[in-house]
């Protein structure tokens, strides 16, 4: 009896928000952190009330917040498949086993997964181009630091991670030789507590930049507690930090995609494919750059995100060399995309090494 | 004061601000659990009270409201346990859960139009003289009042129950709760206050965390802290003074991992980040072999007067 009404009361709690009314398509999005994290899930929620806004009564959404990344997520996927979605969103690297293993067993559902390298059939994969927000803001760091330390809260050691970290970390370089980059690995895409420790530490040893690639705003608020420290908005503008500490930001735009690719399904289109967008096509923005910056960093670094947007310059561009001294980049040579996909070596330069 | 790189002058007082909420709220469920009642919705608790006080502070502008209303919330979460779990007998573990559930979503609810507002942290107070004397004054005499209150808290409750009749009552409670009736101790109306006791303290855990450790709010921002507590509680077998040693011990060894990463000490960071696990795993089979498991004797069973 008591497991019972534990039952009725959990399929209440989950099953009601999601009673259906008629729609031509169901499309469900998971999340990995809450949707008012403020960054990476806050800009994907936006991405599905834009896919509501446009369609109307045609589409009906439904999403799931707080999906741990592993079986759970599989369950989370299944039941969403079950409810009749035809197409879903998984918002976060490490849903991208449990996609593909849910894919199979509905060949009928489209799934789309975020950052991710497997697809299949009724699996895409579409990412941003981050890292050409990160150069940005890895030029504006060097010039910026006074105590050329610049601190990095990391969250996975996957290629998405590593590549901003790269790039961040030649553009600092390129305009300030001393650069020293200090990377924590947090082990957790959501955890504001625990980011805003990483934070306090990085800035106890000395950083005056804080780069995150995790999705609460804690880091923002330790610098500003903190005074002199400067940050970046990560995945979300993060704006209610501006002008100080947070002096620019990469915004994600998941909205075109999204609205897109559920125009697809309607259609009858919709294909596997493999989307990986920057700065040019939208993708990823550059929040405004504040007046905390000097006017003339402001301009240089406007200035690369227009040639980064119609594409005269990559941020990896050679000559780079690998962390352990051998050549990667030839003089003038770009790096091809299965290399950035795939990157897990640091350039040479970084003093720590990229756990295994 | 700088050992392997990291200054300890900085460190300390990382890890005593960073202790601090799953300090609060593990001596709170200590308590309950010393009266027999296993509540497993401390996380629900500490959310609650992170975003009660958390509004509270914002709109009056004074901290010290938002923890006493962030204490009120977490009491008041946790009646709604004590009624469901003493007065209608409902299973303990799965009420906690959902209390857990509960309160998590009704934070999310009700903090809605309080993401990005930049709330008025606690002022540190200044211990004439002490907080005077190098090294150790930076170190352990400039804190707020939180941190003074949650060590306070700790001694209190180490004194009330070793020391004093009420702790006897409440143990004896917990312990062997037929016996305790038969003595005439109202087991029901005890096991309600310490309920009420443990999500007081949850509750200005939480508020810790928006209103010092952050802060600011953010929707579930506690990320598990309200299990560390659980965990710890039975780290430290139950004994007021080991949940401090634990919970410093645990924050210690994070905020020091992380300090050792910031400075690029040469260990793999697999090994910085599980050691706080690590070393958690090593003291309790150290307690296991060397101690003894004090778990109270009626913990998580039902009582009615008429059994």
Redesign the interface.
């Known amino acids: 009896m008591?497991f019972k009404s534990?039952l009725t009361?959990v399929l209440l709690?989950f099953g009601l928000g999601t009673a259906a009314i008629a729609a031509d398509v169901k499309v469900g999005f998971v999340y990995v952190?809450?949707?008012?994290?403020?960054g990476w899930t806050y800009e994907h929620d936006k991405g599905r009330l834009a896919v509501e806004k446009h369609f109307g009564d045609r589409v009906e959404t439904i999403y799931q917040e707080?999906v741990p990344e592993g079986a759970d997520a599989e369950r989370v996927m299944t039941t969403m498949a079950m409810q009749g979605a035809d197409l879903i969103f998984t918002t976060s690297f490490g849903y991208m086993d449990p996609t593909i293993n849910v894919a199979k067993k509905f060949p009928n559902v489209k799934f789309e997964h975020a950052t991710g390298y497997k697809r299949s059939d009724n699996v895409s994969t579409y990412s941003a181009r981050f890292y050409e927000g990160r150069a940005i803001q890895g030029h504006i760091a060097g010039k910026m630091t006074k105590t050329n330390k610049v601190?990095y809260i990391a969250s996975f050691?996957i290629p998405e991670v590593i590549r901003g970290i790269n790039s961040a970390y030649i553009h600092a370089k390129k305009v300030n030789p001393n650069i020293e980059f200090?990377?924590?690995?947090?082990?957790?895409w959501?955890?504001?507590?625990?980011e805003?420790?990483?934070a306090?530490?990085?800035i106890?040893?000395g950083?005056d930049v804080v780069l995150q690639h995790t999705d609460?705003?804690?880091p923002q608020?330790?610098a500003?507690?903190a005074g002199n420290v400067i940050t970046f908005g990560q995945a979300s503008d993060?704006g209610?930090?501006a002008p100080m500490p947070r002096v620019s930001s990469i915004i994600d735009d998941w909205a075109p995609y999204y609205v897109a690719r559920t125009q697809a399904v309607l259609d009858g289109s919709w294909e596997s494919v493999d989307t990986w967008d920057g700065i040019g096509p939208g993708m990823v923005g550059i929040g405004e750059i504040s007046d905390a910056v000097p006017a003339d960093v402001k301009a240089e670094a406007l200035a690369m995100r227009d040639a980064i947007a119609d594409g005269s310059y990559h941020p990896f561009t050679g000559p780079i060399k690998k962390q352990d001294g051998s050549d990667w980049l030839g003089a003038g040579e770009t790096s091809d995309d299965g290399t950035l996909l795939g990157m897990n070596f640091y350039v040479e330069g970084i003093?720590?090494?990229v756990?295994? | 004061m700088v050992m392997f790189g990291?200054?300890l002058v900085?460190?300390i007082p990382?890890l005593m601000i960073?202790a601090t909420?799953v300090l609060l709220a593990a001596i709170g469920e200590a308590v309950v659990e010393k009266s027999g009642v296993l509540n497993l919705g401390v996380e629900g608790m500490m959310i609650t009270g992170a975003v009660i006080g958390f509004i509270i502070a914002v709109n009056t502008q004074i901290p010290i409201y938002g923890f006493i209303c962030a204490a009120f919330a977490g009491a008041l979460l946790s009646v709604i346990f004590a009624i469901l779990t003493q007065y209608m007998m409902?299973?303990q573990v799965?009420t906690g859960l959902?209390l857990t559930?509960v309160g998590l979503g009704l934070s999310?609810l009700i903090?809605?139009p309080y993401?990005?507002?930049?709330s008025p942290?606690l002022t540190k107070l200044e211990i004439p003289i002490l907080s005077d004397i190098p090294i150790l004054g930076p170190m352990i005499f400039s804190h707020d009042a939180i941190v003074y209150f949650s060590i306070f808290i700790i001694a209190s409750v180490a004194f009330i129950i070793k020391k004093t009749r009420i702790g006897l009552i409440l143990r004896a409670v917990g312990e062997n709760q037929d016996a305790a009736h038969a003595l005439g101790y109202k087991v029901i109306r005890i096991r309600f206050i310490a309920i009420m006791f443990g999500g007081a303290t949850a509750g200005i855990g939480g508020a810790y965390?928006s209103l010092a450790?952050?802060?600011?709010w953010?929707?579930?921002?506690?990320?598990?802290?309200g299990w560390i507590a659980l965990a710890l509680v039975v780290f430290a077998s139950w004994k007021p003074w080991r949940v401090l040693v634990g919970a410093y011990l645990f924050g210690g060894i994070?905020?020091l991992q992380?300090?050792l990463?910031?400075?690029?000490v040469a260990i793999?960071?697999?090994i910085l980040?599980m050691s706080p696990y690590l070393v958690t795993i090593v003291v309790l089979v150290g307690i296991s072999l060397f101690g003894h498991q004090t778990a109270p004797g009626s913990l998580a069973r039902p009582f009615h007067a008429s059994q």
Do not use: C, H
């Open positions: 008591k534990i009361g709690a952190g809450p949707i008012g994290d403020g707080n601190g050691p200090n990377i924590i690995w947090v082990y957790t959501f955890d504001p507590a625990k805003a420790d990483a306090k530490a990085l106890d040893q950083a609460s705003t804690a608020a330790a500003k507690e993060m209610e930090y003093t720590a090494e756990p295994q | 990291i200054d900085l460190l990382a960073s909420p409902s299973n799965a959902g559930m999310a903090g809605k993401e990005g507002i930049k942290t965390i450790r952050v802060p600011q953010t929707e579930g921002m506690t990320a598990g802290a994070t905020v992380l300090n990463q910031a400075i690029g793999p960071v697999e980040s």
